[in-house]
Each structure stands twice: as structure tokens, then as C-alpha cells.
């Protein structure tokens, strides 16, 4: 009868990094083995490899399996986040092999949903919660060496020869050395940096990496430095194709730390690890750590800790998300360095969600609405997304967007020089939703701003859209210098053509030339601008963005856009982090709060933001947001989040619903 004490374990995967994990929960003090998952349960010897373990058909068989609290993944690489994600949904505490995904974006994503499951997640750095480690940080703090300057750590080894299939040598299954060996040289030269600080890690200022890229497509060996705000120099390389030392060397003031092999600690079963301090006349001095449990034991025991004192992450020095997520992202600049991207990445594999579904509507936290010029329902908020290095990382956000409901994408010709749209067009293929996604395109941008570029221009977005044609349409900037019958000539031509079949009109117009154009269009029989794109928020902008930018926060803008009913796809609608508590009311914050956002009246106006927020039990940016939506006239306010637990953040806003006295009483105090 298994013991209600320890937790009760269930391993996704039958490979050789199980077999350890499953010996150091057998010689854990918390834990207990119950299931395991493989896709072919009627393998022999999983009896003696697994012992005790019933032995469950496929991987979902083990996420459904009721006895089952916890989670060991050990599948390969392209599917830990997969998992992760599908274990968190179903309520079980999870314990990752390292990578904890392909990309920072993936394991964000993981852990977006152990927060919202309220689960336990991990990534299993075995070495990181042994003694050994311990110790090691506490010289390094301690100036055991004087101050630290240099590390350097490798590990490497060489298979017998290429092995296409191999998971080491196969593109397709994430292979080559820097995510499956070089995160423990990354990882152990940002624990030490951070040791020297008094903190749980540092992140590298800068990253420079290479790599070779064999045969398959992978890095065979690799190497990356790592520089540090404190000025320490981290050499990491790793190999699959080549043996080497595999020693940490911590260089210092007064000697250096030398540690072999320094990811095994004790021994696998237990024994004694040993760490060298070797002065600069060359004597040594050895610190043992002698250890009986084995290697594999202490990260169950941690995850038991961590779950029994309810935390969803380890504690320093295990990995906690944040951790975690820094030691990925120097990964990423690593193989962004060395030109590594996986074809598993890319939008013509990567068909399904991150958690391996079909696309679809899940929810409908976005409202949908009817614009008039518009043959399909939008959401009532558009995401735009110009920062994402490439599709795999793009496609995390766009995905979690449609699925709780949303379908407006704002891109532009210039963002991203065509990367943004290209994004867009390879997802909106892949997914196969093009028919319900709005898209919003933009042309004719500084210093471009001319009539006859808006063809050129959108021949080259709708390629790079992989679409024939855009939902809404706006010019970038306007050009005052040019008549502005000329410019609705231009795209009048385009909505006729069928290129244009929804709205347009003028992104950062003012209203004098918006209704110069609307009466121009209307007296000559071409189609009239309807749709307006300028900055609108509670925060009123005192000082342009960017040149060229016009603000329609103002109570002119507001009662010409009440008369004319013209929807405002509103940019900065939030106030660019002004209701956001780092925005302070001092001259240290970032200069462009300080030059566009302060005055007194916006300053009064996010006070009684956060007076709002307060009885609301919401935060002064969900108000700023509904207020954007609250208005008597259409706005679709454009969000931009960077990560999942910042679109769920936003999203929050859109259950607030603010009556017109609520909005007064923003803008003026008044009740």
C-alpha cells in the first residue's frame, strides 16, 4: 500500500534520464514511483528498469491517471512544454528535465499555466539542490578566492559517429549540445556570478556564441561568453561530437576552484565529491563533500519541500522561474548567435498549439463587436506583436490571443523591416484562420509618406501576409505637403482593386485633414475614409512618442469623434506603462514617462485611477484600459503584451465595465 506520506510520482517517458530519476526517487524520502507513461507499454524490462510502477499506455493515460500527484517529464526536448503545459492543466505538480522548453517563450509558457492551475513546476537541474552546490556558492561568497574575475566550464562528449536518428544528432528532435549539455555551463556561470552579488543568479549582459553545425543540422560543438554587469567573464562550450575536460575553473583574486564533472557532485549512488582551491603558488587545499543519497534523490525531495510549504517554484538555489527562464534566454542568444533553429520551429511543422491542439476558439473573455464596413465580428481589443524574434516565439502569444477570443492583428510595412507581417502570414497559414482574422495593415510610413508608395508597399505586405488582401488599412503618417486627395486616390484605387475590402483611413491624422479627405471622397465619388488610428488614453499625451505621432485624447478629439462615430484603433491606450506602479512622478524614471505622460492633470487623472483600482480589487492599468472601451464612440484599443501572464493581465480589464458618470469622474474629478 503506498504510503500517504510521500508523494506519489508518475513518469512521462521510459529513456536512460528516467531510469536515473527513477533511482533517485527510490532512495528519496518523499517520494514514491506509481506510474509510468510510454507509448509502447508492452516494452520488456520496464519491470526492472521501473520497478513498482504500473505501466500506463501513452502519455495522456499517465495526466489522467488519478493516483498520480506529481510529474516527472522526460520526453524529448520538443515536447517538454507540451506536457508541462498538459500536466499543470491537469493538476499535477511537474518536475521538467532540463531545456524546460525549446525557447524562453516556451517555458514562460509552462509556467503560465502552473500559475493559473496554482501547481507546483520545476525545471530539474539535478545538481543545483545538492550539498556540493551549496557549499560550492558559499566559498565563492565567502571570497574563498578574493574576487571573482573568470569561469570557465565545459561539457562535452563524443558519440561514436553521426547518428541521424539519434536524438542528439536529429534536427527534428532539438539535438545538438547547447540545450541538452551547454545549459549546465550557462546555468552554473550565472548561479556563481549571482553568488558574488549576494543574489540567487545574474544574467549576462552580453552573450557571444557560435557553434558548428554539422551534417544534420545541429551543433556538433559549440562555445559562448558570457559577460556579466559586474564585470565576470564566463567561458561555456559543450559538444556531442567531442570529448572534453569538462571542468569548472573559477579564476579569482587570490587562486582559483576547480570542480570535475561538477553536474555529478557526489556520484550518481552517493560518495564524495571533491573541491579543489588552488593558490597562486600552487598549493591546494581540497574541501570534500561527502554525500550518501544519491544524485537524484535531492530533487525530489526539494519538489516535496517546495509543494508541502505551499510554493509553485523552487528556492534558491534550485531553479525558480525566473532562473530558469534568464538561463533560456542566454540559450536563446547562444543559438541566435550561432545560426541553430530547429525545423520542429518553424510554421511549416509547428501546425498546433503549443500544447499540441488544433487551433480554436476556447473562450470568449475578448468580446467580439459589428463595425459598420466590416463583414466579420472583431474583437474588441487587437494585439500587435512587432517584437518576437520569429514564428515559433510569435506563435505562443497569437495562439493564447485567438483562443480566448481574439481575431485583430495589427502589423505595419515597417515593422520588424517585414519580419512582423511575415510572422503573421506564415501563422495565419498554418493555422488556417485567415478567414476569420481581421488584419490590420499600415503604409506610407517616414520618410516614405507619399501616394505613389502605398501599391508598392502593399504588394510587398500582402506577400509577406501570404492573404490577398487586408480587413483595414491605414496610412502611417500623414504628409501635410501632399493634397490629400491624392493620397485617398491611392487607396481608393486599392479598396477597388479588392486589396483593401474593409475600412481605411489615417493613422496619426489630424482631424482637419481626416475631414478634408471624407469630404473630398464623398463630393468625387471615391471611397470615403472611416476609420482613425491616433494615440487615446486616460493619460493624455503631452509630448509625441515618436515624430509625427498625434494624440485624440483631448475633449476636441473626443466630441469630433462622438459626432462622427469614427472608430479609433487606439494606440497606447494604456498610457505606455504611466498607470503602472515604476511610473513615479520624479525625473529618475525613463525619459519618454517623463517628456509624454507628466503633468498634473494626467498625474490627478491616474490618481483616481488607482483610487478606482483600489475598490475594484483591480490594478490602475485594467482601469486605464476600460476606460479606452467605456467611451461613446467606437475605440479598439491595440495591447501589446510581450508574454502570456501579461495578455492574461490585460485581459483582465475587459470584464470592468465603467458607466459614463465612472468616466467623468476619471477625466475630471467631477461625480
Known sequence: ???????????????????????????????????????HPDKPNYAQDFPGARVLDGYQALIDDPEVEAVYIAVPHPLHAEWAIKAARGGKHVLCEKPMGLSAYEADAAFCEARKAGTFMGEAFMYRVHPQTTKLIELVADGAIGTVRMIKSSFGFAMPSVMPEHRLYANHLAGGGILDVGCYPVSIARLLAGAVEGKPFLDPVKVVGTAHLGETG?????????????????????????????????????????????????????????????RPDR????????????????EVDAVAETVSAG???????????????GNMRTLDKWRAAAGLTYEVEKSAQRRTTLAGEKLAQRSETIGRRKLPGIGKPLSEVALGFEDFPDFASAAILLDAFFEAGGNVFD?????????????????????????????????????????????RQLDQSLERLKTDHVDVYFMHRDNPDVPVDEFVDAIDAEVKAGRIRGLF??????????????????????????????????????DPVWAGCVSASDADWKAWLGERQIPNFAW????????????????????????????????ARRDRAEEMAKERGVKPIHIALA??????????????????VELDDSLTALALKLSPEDVRWLETGER
Not at 598549493?283 to 535531492?298: D, P
Not at 472601451?629 to 467606437?634: D, M, R
Request: aromatic residues 10%; proline residues 3%.
Open 1 to 39: 500500500m503506498i504510503s500517504s506520506r510521500k508523494l506519489r510520482w508518475g513518469i512521462l517517458g521510459p529513456g536512460n534520464i528516467a531510469k536515473a530519476f527513477a533511482g533517485g526517487l527510490a532512495h528519496s524520502e518523499t517520494g514514491e514511483l506509481v506510474a509510468l507513461g510510454a507509448r
Open 572 to 603: 497606447s491606450s494604456q498610457g505606455r506603462g504611466f498607470f503602472t506602479e515604476r511610473a513615479g512622478r520624479n525625473k529618475r524614471d525613463n525619459e519618454e514617462l517623463v517628456r509624454c505622460w507628466y503633468s498634473d492633470g494626467n498625474f
Open 311 to 325: 510554493s509553485q517554484e523552487f528556492a534558491a538555489p534550485g531553479m525558480s522561474w525566473d532562473d530558469t527562464l
Open 505 to 542: 483611413g489615417g493613422s496619426n491624422w489630424s482631424r482637419e485633414r481626416m475631414a478634408e479627405a471624407i469630404d473630398y471622397a464623398e463630393k468625387n465619388g471615391r471611397t470615403a475614409p472611416g476609420v482613425l488610428s491616433n494615440n487615446f488614453s486616460l493619460a493624455e499625451m503631452i
Open 411 to 455: 502589423t505595419a510595412f515597417v515593422y520588424g523591416g517585414g519580419r512582423t507581417e511575415a510572422i503573421l502570414g506564415d501563422w495565419l497559414a498554418s493555422r488556417g484562420v485567415r478567414e476569420e482574422a481581421v488584419v490590420i495593415g499600415k503604409g506610407a510610413h517616414s520618410p516614405l509618406t507619399y501616394p505613389d508608395v502605398i501599391a
Open 283 to 298: 598549493a591546494k587545499e581540497t574541501v570534500a563533500v561527502e554525500e550518501s543519497r544519491w544524485l537524484y534523490s535531492f
Open 218 to 278: 545541429i551543433d556538433e560543438w559549440a562555445s559562448a561568453i558570457l559577460h556579466f554587469g559586474n564585470d565576470i567573464i564566463a567561458e561555456a562550450s559543450c559538444s556531442i561530437s567531442l570529448k572534453q575536460d569538462n571542468m569548472l575553473r573559477i579564476y579569482g583574486t587570490e587562486g582559483r576552484i576547480e570542480v570535475a564533472d561538477f553536474w555529478f557532485a557526489s556520484g550518481h549512488e552517493g560518495g564524495v565529491g571533491e573541491i579543489d582551491i588552488i
Open 627 to 644: 476606460y479606452a472601451l467605456a467611451q461613446p464612440f467606437p475605440v479598439v484599443p491595440l495591447i501589446g503584451p510581450r508574454r502570456l
